[in-house]
């Protein structure tokens, strides 16, 4: 696991194009024969999901949610916020939520019960990053980038206060830093 044991969480951009390509192919062999419709969770995905469905050789299509989980960063309520929907519709599709990271898990699992609620074929995620020692809830991840220790961590898509969103590499605030 990556993290505070061996000082901040640091994936470098290197890792993370290689780990994307892993995903890209795992993807793109499960849903052979199939169109998946991918769901970027905004804002902290969008970077991922650029890199994802590039490294899916399959026909597909895409749509972005926004959701807001009110509480702040640190601290997840459970309560969320839908800030944008779908465009599309998702019934009867084969449905794979791209997130950026799992915390509690609150927010996925709100997001779901929401899509499941719509009737798609199947749901899946992706998700880049995930802090398994904050779970609150189960929930299913069938394809993680990496599994992190419990740090705040920004970069490529994740913010710190809204910025460094653009960085190229994923890095983590040190603990006196907060
Ligand atoms: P939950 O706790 O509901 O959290 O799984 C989901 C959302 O919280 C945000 N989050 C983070 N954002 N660095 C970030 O930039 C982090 O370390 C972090 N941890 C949680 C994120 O929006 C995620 O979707
Ligand atoms: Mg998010």
Redesign the pocket.
Known sequence: MLGPGNGPVQIPEDAIRRRVAELGAAIAQDYQGRTPHLIC?L???FIFMADLVRAIPLPLTLDFIAIS?YGN??K?S?E?ELLKDLRLPIHGRDVIVV????????????LLDYLEARKPASVRVAAL?S?PQ???VE?PIHYLGFE?ED????GYG???AQFDRNLPFIT?IRPEEE
């Open positions: 969770v804002n902290g995905a989980s960063a640190f997840s459970g969320v997130e950026d990271i799992v915390d509690t898990g609150l927010t996925l699992a709100y990053l802090k904050r779970r609150q929930v992190i740090a705040y961590v920004y994740l913010d710190r983590s």
